[in-house]
């Protein structure tokens, strides 16, 4: 029987134990951020499918330092790692493997940024910081005010942690429905995408708000969103992708691709790349992975052959999949700019019909971070699927007697899956 071990702590690696426990083929997992005492939890000469969710640590080479000791990793290399820690270098990338990608422009200082703004209109693109910002590093400004008090404050390393402080990008704006698609790769440029979802970054409904990291998401993503022809498209993008990160001299293996996909209006319909990330995106996670286990694939079966090299494809369409998924983001008060900590959660431990529950900023049944937990109903379509979930959130948040999942002053959205729902 084989063990696994999830490095990371959120909903998205709650989802991927979830699905490993899920196998035939799991004895045992465990999930931490400590690679040492998760390491140390393996005895003997067996060593586990190691599992790296987060972007930091495939960014500082973890994936890397664990092959090397004689691991099965499923989670891209350090130099891999930098199409998503460097969003210029991506960007490079693209342009000369032609793929479709918004034109960009990367500025290092003050006064470029500053000749930049004056001479474009800042509703014609969107700013993004070089570097790692949790999802939220992207401003799509209003004024050039706006704009200039992005780009300078990202160029002094007040922003986000220290990214934009060496490049900021100003990428040109395109307007149309947004996919995520996430990419199994194995070797030889071999990889499977996996069904398509589709999130909410903004904090509040009707797509209003601050940028979170997610609040919600939805799979799959149907034909009245993206048409057959658009995917096709689409699936070439990554073809071209895969193969120009190769030609580059920094090819993608044996992890997760992520691609933002917009389909652009100024592009007749065509899936242009907004961003592409090297791991599992969140919260697309918690919907994707129970489509995928409904549709008979195992995957822990599917992640080991790809961290061996060899990606064993699922003969399975997820284009036409008979069961949907959507899943809701229970917040702190104060998220995302000061999340309030330490609130009693109940409703934890009860057992849902067709839901299940990812524990994310959760420490002893108390609030300890900004996205507490994720909520994920599933249902033959995204309508039963989205009643199943907010069926069991305490939605008018009477308190722990109502045998529903809460706690005071939960900040959530009512309209996931808004695009496709017939009814709220």
């Known amino acids: 029987m ?15 134990e979830q699905s490993m426990i899920a196998s035939d083929e799991v004895e045992r997992v465990i999930v931490t951020n400590d690679v040492s005492t998760g390491i140390e939890q393996f005895s003997g000469n067996k060593k586990p499918l190691v599992i790296v969710g987060p972007e930091l640590p495939l960014v500082q080479g973890l994936a890397d330092e664990l092959r090397a000791e004689g691991y099965l990793v499923f989670g891209a290399s350090k130099a891999a790692a930098r199409y998503e820690a460097s969003k210029s270098f991506a960007v490079r990338m693209m342009e000369r493997a032609g793929v479709l990608h918004p034109e960009t422009h990367s500025v290092r200082t003050e006064s470029e940024a500053a000749e930049f703004i004056l001479n474009n209109s800042p509703t014609n693109y969107m700013i993004k910081a070089d570097g790692l910002a949790g999802g939220k590093g992207v401003v799509l400004p209003s004024t050039r005010t706006e704009a200039l008090d992005a780009a300078l404050g990202m160029l002094s390393g007040d922003f986000y942690d220290g990214a934009g402080k060496e490049i900021v990008n100003f990428a040109q704006r395109h307007s149309g429905p947004e996919v995520s698609a996430m990419i199994v790769v194995g070797d030889n440029d071999e990889f499977t995408i996996l069904p398509l979802a589709q999130d909410h970054k903004r904090l509040s409904e009707d797509d209003t708000g601050p940028n979170t990291g997610g609040m ?14 658009q995917y096709a498209q689409l699936f070439e993008s990554v ?43 969140d ?23 790809a961290a061996e090299g060899g990606l064993e494809k699922p003969d399975v369409d997820f284009a036409k999949l008979a069961i949907s998924a959507l899943t809701v983001c229970l917040a702190a008060p104060g998220y995302p700019n000061n999340p309030q900590k330490g609130a009693d959660i109940y409703g934890i431990d009860n057992d849902y019909t067709d839901v299940d529950l990812q524990l994310a900023g959760v ?6 971070g900004g996205r507490v937990l994720y909520v994920t109903g599933t249902g033959k379509t995204i309508d039963q699927a989205a009643a199943n979930a907010y069926a069991a959130i305490d939605v008018q948040r009477v308190g722990s007697q109502t045998n529903k999942v809460g706690f005071a002053g939960m900040q959530f959205r009512k309209d996931i899956g808004r695009q496709v729902r017939a009814r709220f």
């Open 363 to 368: 420490k002893n049944s108390k609030v300890s």
């Open 2 to 16: 084989a063990e696994v071990l999830i490095i990371g702590s959120g909903g998205r690696e709650a989802a991927l």
């Open 239 to 281: 073809e071209k992708t895969l193969k120009g990160m190769r030609t580059s001299g920094t090819p993608f293996e044996r992890g997760l691709l992520y691609g933002g996909f917009m389909l652009s209006e100024q592009q007749e319909g065509k899936p242009v790349v907004i961003e592409y990330n090297v791991r599992f995106g």
């Open 283 to 305: 919260p697309e996670t918690q919907v994707i992975l129970p489509l995928v286990r409904e549709a008979g694939v195992d995957m822990y079966n599917l992640l080991r052959s």
């Open 216 to 229: 919600g998401a939805y799979a799959p993503v149907p034909v009245s969103i993206i048409s057959n022809g």
